[in-house]
T-cell receptor, first 108, second 114 residues
């Protein structure tokens, strides 16, 4: 069973625009992680945010976490064609549980 | 640094046949995971090893799936017999820490059961 639910299921934007993906979950967590998956590099860890953190940045990525709403968002700024991939949130309780993912397409 | 290595990359078998997948984790990573990923879904944990000990195998269908990690390095995941519903991508991951953080994934083995 998958705890995280990403929204939207698919997103198509122009290069240079920002992309926002959301993740909602049901139970309490220790941390929440975002992963990217494309055919070229497989599944890659992007960023981890702990349950006591509210926001975290890594390069063009910004992640927020609202534990009261049990939700997280991933913002990719100034998107590039190479950002085209599926993005998964994964929540850590007693094990890591992945959502179904958001498919992002960045058009050049 | 070499990443997680998996083989084979693709496997096509008839139902009821056995199949095995092999994984070599990143050197020094004591934690190894096997995941199953169905099309359009995120990975689902099958089993987690700390060195050679399986510490979480609650999601492994033990009637037909088995795994081993001899000597705490390479690991093999086996299905016997395979069923049509086992068609999926089988991912192996490793991490340097014990608690599911920052996992490094292999390219996966795409299994097709006919």
């Amino acid at each position: 069973s998958q705890q995280g639910e990403e929204d939207p299921q698919a997103l198509s934007i122009q290069e240079g625009e920002n992309a926002t993906m959301n993740c909602s979950y049901k139970t309490s967590i220790n941390n929440l992680q975002w992963y990217r998956q494309n055919s070229g590099r497989g599944l890659v860890h992007l960023i981890l945010i702990r349950s006591n953190e509210r926001e975290k940045h890594s390069g063009r990525l910004r992640v927020t976490l609202d534990t009261s709403k049990k939700s997280s968002s991933l913002l990719i700024t100034a998107s590039r064609a190479a950002d085209t991939a599926s993005y998964f949130c994964a929540t850590l309780g007693n094990k890591l549980v992945f959502g179904a993912g958001t498919i992002l397409r960045v058009k050049s | 640094e070499a990443g997680v290595v998996q083989s084979p990359r693709y496997k096509i078998i008839e139902k009821k046949q056995p199949v095995a997948f092999w994984c070599n984790p990143i050197s020094g990573h004591n934690t190894l995971y096997w995941y199953l990923q169905n099309l359009g879904q995120g990975p689902e944990l099958l089993i987690r090893y700390e060195n050679e000990e399986a510490v979480d195998d609650s999601q492994l269908p033990k009637d037909r799936f088995s795994a081993e990690r001899l000597k705490g390095v390479d690991s093999t995941l086996k299905i016997q017999p395979a069923e049509l519903g086992d068609s999926a991508v089988y991912l192996c991951a490793s991490s340097p820490t014990r608690n599911y953080n920052e996992q490094f994934f292999g390219p996966g083995t795409r299994l097709t059961v006919l």
